[in-house]
Protein backbone atom coordinates (compact mmCIF):
# COMPACT_ATOMS: atom_id res chain seq x y z
CA UNK A 1 0.00 0.00 0.00
CA UNK A 2 1.97 2.77 -1.80
CA UNK A 3 4.67 3.60 1.11
CA UNK A 4 2.39 3.53 3.98
CA UNK A 5 4.38 1.70 7.09
CA UNK A 6 2.91 -0.33 9.03
CA UNK A 7 4.22 -0.36 12.59
CA UNK A 8 4.05 -3.61 15.12
CA UNK A 9 2.94 -3.05 18.68
CA UNK A 10 6.39 -2.10 20.12
CA UNK A 11 6.73 0.48 17.54
CA UNK A 12 2.93 1.95 18.62
CA UNK A 13 4.56 1.58 22.49
CA UNK A 14 7.28 3.93 21.34
CA UNK A 15 4.86 6.49 19.34
CA UNK A 16 2.71 6.15 22.54
CA UNK A 17 5.38 7.38 24.72
CA UNK A 18 6.53 10.37 21.77
CA UNK A 19 2.60 11.15 21.76
CA UNK A 20 2.26 11.07 25.72
CA UNK A 21 5.37 13.45 25.80
CA UNK A 22 3.11 15.82 23.67
CA UNK A 23 -0.23 15.56 25.79
CA UNK A 24 2.12 16.68 28.79
CA UNK A 25 3.33 19.63 27.63
CA UNK A 26 -0.32 20.87 25.55
CA UNK A 27 -1.22 20.27 29.13
CA UNK A 28 0.68 22.77 30.87
CA UNK A 29 0.32 24.93 27.93
CA UNK A 30 -3.15 24.93 28.28
CA UNK A 31 -3.30 25.66 31.74
CA UNK A 32 -0.69 28.18 31.04
CA UNK A 33 -2.91 30.04 28.58
CA UNK A 34 -4.87 32.69 29.50
CA UNK A 35 -5.32 36.65 28.72
CA UNK A 36 -2.47 38.60 29.28
CA UNK A 37 0.05 35.90 27.90
CA UNK A 38 1.45 35.87 24.83
CA UNK A 39 2.04 32.81 22.30
CA UNK A 40 6.01 33.88 22.51
CA UNK A 41 5.41 32.69 26.09
CA UNK A 42 4.01 29.98 25.43
CA UNK A 43 6.48 28.32 22.87
CA UNK A 44 9.22 28.95 25.55
CA UNK A 45 7.22 27.27 28.27
CA UNK A 46 7.13 24.92 25.99
CA UNK A 47 10.87 24.40 25.08
CA UNK A 48 11.46 24.25 28.89
CA UNK A 49 8.88 21.24 28.54
CA UNK A 50 10.64 19.40 26.40
CA UNK A 51 13.91 19.67 28.05
CA UNK A 52 12.79 18.80 31.12
CA UNK A 53 10.90 15.60 29.67
CA UNK A 54 13.88 14.38 27.88
CA UNK A 55 12.17 14.90 24.37
CA UNK A 56 13.56 17.21 21.02
CA UNK A 57 11.01 19.43 18.95
CA UNK A 58 9.46 18.13 15.88
CA UNK A 59 8.84 21.14 14.62
CA UNK A 60 11.93 23.56 15.18
CA UNK A 61 13.74 24.15 11.89
CA UNK A 62 11.22 21.61 9.90
CA UNK A 63 11.34 22.93 6.59
CA UNK A 64 13.00 26.66 8.25
CA UNK A 65 10.08 26.57 10.58
CA UNK A 66 11.29 28.90 13.68
CA UNK A 67 9.90 27.71 16.98
CA UNK A 68 8.21 24.60 18.52
CA UNK A 69 5.04 25.48 18.97
CA UNK A 70 2.59 26.58 16.75
CA UNK A 71 0.18 29.02 17.92
CA UNK A 72 -2.91 29.77 15.54
CA UNK A 73 -4.94 32.59 17.20
CA UNK A 74 -8.71 33.57 16.08
CA UNK A 75 -8.55 33.75 12.29
CA UNK A 76 -5.19 31.81 12.09
CA UNK A 77 -6.10 28.58 10.87
CA UNK A 78 -2.27 26.50 11.66
CA UNK A 79 0.97 27.19 11.44
CA UNK A 80 0.99 30.54 13.57
CA UNK A 81 4.59 31.84 14.72
CA UNK A 82 4.36 32.41 18.67
CA UNK A 83 5.12 36.42 18.96
CA UNK A 84 5.27 38.81 21.66
CA UNK A 85 3.05 41.34 20.50
CA UNK A 86 0.13 38.08 20.13
CA UNK A 87 -1.44 38.50 24.12
CA UNK A 88 -4.15 36.71 24.24
CA UNK A 89 -7.53 38.67 25.83
CA UNK A 90 -11.37 37.57 27.08
CA UNK A 91 -13.04 35.82 23.60
CA UNK A 92 -10.19 34.85 21.73
CA UNK A 93 -9.58 30.81 20.67
CA UNK A 94 -6.59 29.52 20.01
CA UNK A 95 -5.33 26.34 18.64
CA UNK A 96 -1.89 24.32 20.05
CA UNK A 97 0.04 22.41 17.55
CA UNK A 98 3.16 20.83 19.11
CA UNK A 99 5.30 17.81 18.14
CA UNK A 100 8.26 16.00 19.54
CA UNK A 101 10.60 13.48 19.16
CA UNK A 102 10.71 11.09 21.90
CA UNK A 103 13.35 8.25 21.46
CA UNK A 104 13.01 9.05 17.59
CA UNK A 105 9.61 8.79 17.71
CA UNK A 106 7.08 11.29 16.64
CA UNK A 107 4.03 12.76 18.65
CA UNK A 108 2.08 15.46 16.83
CA UNK A 109 -1.28 16.58 18.48
CA UNK A 110 -3.50 19.92 18.47
CA UNK A 111 -6.36 21.40 20.45
CA UNK A 112 -8.32 25.10 20.38
CA UNK A 113 -8.61 26.78 23.44
CA UNK A 114 -11.63 29.04 24.51
CA UNK A 115 -10.46 32.39 26.41
CA UNK A 116 -14.06 32.20 28.26
CA UNK A 117 -16.18 34.08 27.81
CA UNK A 118 -16.45 33.69 23.85
CA UNK A 119 -19.29 34.03 21.36
CA UNK A 120 -21.37 31.07 20.98
CA UNK A 121 -20.55 31.27 17.63
CA UNK A 122 -17.42 30.96 18.24
CA UNK A 123 -18.11 28.03 21.10
CA UNK A 124 -19.90 26.35 18.16
CA UNK A 125 -16.88 26.20 15.69
CA UNK A 126 -14.65 24.91 18.39
CA UNK A 127 -17.40 22.41 18.94
CA UNK A 128 -18.00 20.76 15.76
CA UNK A 129 -14.30 20.62 15.11
CA UNK A 130 -13.52 18.48 18.41
CA UNK A 131 -16.57 16.75 17.51
CA UNK A 132 -15.26 16.05 13.82
CA UNK A 133 -11.81 14.62 15.13
CA UNK A 134 -13.74 12.07 17.22
CA UNK A 135 -16.53 10.67 14.57
CA UNK A 136 -13.22 10.25 12.70
CA UNK A 137 -10.96 8.70 15.19
CA UNK A 138 -14.68 6.13 15.66
CA UNK A 139 -14.01 5.62 11.65
CA UNK A 140 -9.93 4.26 12.43
CA UNK A 141 -11.43 0.70 12.66
CA UNK A 142 -10.05 -1.90 10.88
CA UNK A 143 -12.24 -2.51 7.37
CA UNK A 144 -12.87 1.03 7.01
CA UNK A 145 -11.09 3.30 4.25
CA UNK A 146 -9.50 6.23 4.85
CA UNK A 147 -12.18 7.93 2.56
CA UNK A 148 -14.72 7.23 5.60
CA UNK A 149 -12.22 8.90 7.87
CA UNK A 150 -12.24 11.94 5.21
CA UNK A 151 -15.96 12.09 4.96
CA UNK A 152 -16.53 12.03 8.81
CA UNK A 153 -14.78 14.78 9.11
CA UNK A 154 -16.78 16.58 6.48
CA UNK A 155 -19.90 15.50 7.37
CA UNK A 156 -19.87 16.38 10.55
CA UNK A 157 -18.46 19.90 9.83
CA UNK A 158 -20.82 20.88 6.72
CA UNK A 159 -24.15 19.86 8.39
CA UNK A 160 -23.02 22.40 10.90
CA UNK A 161 -22.35 25.45 8.34
CA UNK A 162 -19.08 25.25 8.42
CA UNK A 163 -16.24 24.85 6.32
CA UNK A 164 -13.28 22.38 5.82
CA UNK A 165 -9.67 23.81 4.70
CA UNK A 166 -8.50 21.39 1.92
CA UNK A 167 -5.12 22.98 1.30
CA UNK A 168 -4.03 21.20 4.45
CA UNK A 169 -4.31 17.37 5.30
CA UNK A 170 -3.55 15.23 8.22
CA UNK A 171 -0.37 12.74 7.83
CA UNK A 172 0.94 9.14 8.32
CA UNK A 173 3.23 9.37 11.74
CA UNK A 174 6.05 7.27 12.66
CA UNK A 175 9.79 7.80 12.89
CA UNK A 176 8.75 10.66 10.56
CA UNK A 177 6.10 13.91 11.28
CA UNK A 178 5.07 13.37 7.83
CA UNK A 179 4.29 9.87 6.31
CA UNK A 180 2.12 8.57 3.79
CA UNK A 181 -0.97 8.10 3.22
CA UNK A 182 -2.29 11.87 3.57
CA UNK A 183 -5.53 12.02 5.40
CA UNK A 184 -7.54 14.98 3.93
CA UNK A 185 -10.19 16.25 5.94
CA UNK A 186 -12.52 16.38 2.62
CA UNK A 187 -13.48 13.05 0.73
CA UNK A 188 -15.64 9.97 -0.19
CA UNK A 189 -16.92 7.13 2.20
CA UNK A 190 -15.91 3.74 0.96
CA UNK A 191 -13.17 5.62 -0.84
CA UNK A 192 -8.83 5.14 -0.56
CA UNK A 193 -6.70 2.96 0.90
CA UNK A 194 -8.35 0.04 3.51
CA UNK A 195 -7.00 0.69 7.39
CA UNK A 196 -5.24 -1.98 8.48
CA UNK A 197 -3.79 -3.03 11.86
CA UNK A 198 -0.31 -1.54 12.72
CA UNK A 199 -0.67 1.95 10.57
CA UNK A 200 -0.45 5.43 12.59
CA UNK A 201 -2.48 8.43 11.28
CA UNK A 202 -2.46 12.01 12.71
CA UNK A 203 -6.01 12.76 12.03
CA UNK A 204 -6.33 16.66 12.40
CA UNK A 205 -9.54 18.67 10.91
CA UNK A 206 -9.21 22.25 10.29
CA UNK A 207 -12.36 23.85 10.57
CA UNK A 208 -13.35 27.53 9.18
CA UNK A 209 -16.83 29.74 10.35
CA UNK A 210 -17.06 31.04 6.44
CA UNK A 211 -14.95 29.77 3.70
CA UNK A 212 -12.21 27.44 3.49
CA UNK A 213 -10.29 29.49 1.20
CA UNK A 214 -6.65 30.29 3.01
CA UNK A 215 -4.33 32.77 2.26
CA UNK A 216 -0.32 33.25 3.74
CA UNK A 217 0.63 35.89 6.29
CA UNK A 218 4.03 37.43 5.12
CA UNK A 219 5.93 35.74 7.67
CA UNK A 220 5.65 32.83 5.45
CA UNK A 221 4.08 30.35 7.94
CA UNK A 222 0.83 31.51 9.38
CA UNK A 223 -2.12 30.15 7.37
CA UNK A 224 -4.89 32.99 7.94
CA UNK A 225 -8.69 32.45 6.75
CA UNK A 226 -8.92 34.63 3.33
CA UNK A 227 -12.06 36.07 4.38
CA UNK A 228 -11.27 36.72 8.11
CA UNK A 229 -13.52 34.53 9.80
CA UNK A 230 -12.65 31.99 12.70
CA UNK A 231 -10.71 28.76 12.17
CA UNK A 232 -10.57 25.74 14.65
CA UNK A 233 -8.31 23.08 15.11
CA UNK A 234 -7.93 19.85 16.32
CA UNK A 235 -5.11 16.63 16.02
CA UNK A 236 -4.84 13.17 17.48
CA UNK A 237 -2.40 10.10 16.17
CA UNK A 238 -4.22 7.74 15.92
CA UNK A 239 -3.03 3.96 15.52
CA UNK A 240 -5.65 1.38 13.79
CA UNK A 241 -5.14 -1.78 16.33
CA UNK A 242 -7.30 -5.24 16.48
CA UNK A 243 -8.57 -3.65 19.09
CA UNK A 244 -9.61 -0.45 17.71
CA UNK A 245 -8.77 3.04 17.28
CA UNK A 246 -6.06 3.26 19.79
CA UNK A 247 -5.61 7.66 20.56
CA UNK A 248 -1.68 7.85 21.25
CA UNK A 249 -1.89 11.45 21.99
CA UNK A 250 -4.66 11.48 24.86
CA UNK A 251 -3.25 11.38 28.32
N1 LIG B 1 0.85 19.37 13.16
C1 LIG B 1 1.34 20.10 12.03
C2 LIG B 1 1.51 19.15 10.90
O1 LIG B 1 1.26 18.03 11.10
C3 LIG B 1 2.50 20.90 12.39
C4 LIG B 1 3.67 20.99 11.50
S1 LIG B 1 4.10 22.58 11.35
C5 LIG B 1 5.76 22.77 11.41
O2 LIG B 1 1.78 19.47 9.79
F1 LIG B 1 5.97 23.68 12.27
F2 LIG B 1 6.37 21.71 11.74
F3 LIG B 1 6.14 23.11 10.25
CO1 LIG C 1 0.14 17.00 12.16
Known amino acids: ?19 LVVAEVLDVLAAAAAPGVS ?12 KHLKAESAFL ?6 AVLCASLNNAIVHGIPRKDLVLKDGDILS ?28 ALVEATRESLDKAI ?10 DVSWAVQSHVEARG ?5 QFAGHGIGRHMHEPPQVPNYGEAGKGPRL ?14 GSPDVVIEDDGWTALTKDGSLSAHFEHSVAITENGPMVLSRA
Open 196 to 209: MVGMVIAVEPMVNQ
Open 1 to 19: MKGIQLKSAAQIAKLREAN
Open 162 to 166: FSVVR
Open 39 to 50: TWELDQLAVKQL
Open 61 to 66: GYRGYP
Open 96 to 123: LDFGAFKDGWCGDSARTLEMCPISPQAH
Open 138 to 147: ARCGIGQRLG
